[in-house]
């Protein structure tokens, strides 16, 4: 899968990405199963693209993927991404 991340620019991040059964009420995820993350430093855009192959045994079809970025230098988190369906 993958995905864009804009945030502060030039930062490094954390991101961790779950699968979940199904998006909450404003359509995030909530987490359920952490499948992995990867680490992403954005550019002075603010923007970075990204791609994530799982290498968790948690089967991913039929659930719904989302993430949080946390920022490397400070330990901010984001909230959880919206949640994408997978198929």
């Known amino acids: 899968m993958s995905g864009t991340l804009d945030s502060t620019p030039q930062s490094a991040f954390d991101l961790d990405v779950y699968v979940s059964s199904s998006c909450d009420s404003r359509g995030s995820g909530e987490g359920e199963q952490v499948v992995g993350s990867l680490q992403v ?15 968790s045994s948690t089967p991913l079809a039929g659930g719904v993927v989302t993430a ?6 400070s330990g901010d988190t984001s909230e959880f991404s919206a949640c994408v369906p997978l198929s």
């Open 41 to 55: 430093s954005t550019t002075a855009s603010t923007i970075v693209s990204f791609t994530f192959q799982s290498q």
């Open 68 to 73: 949080t970025a946390t920022r490397t230098s």
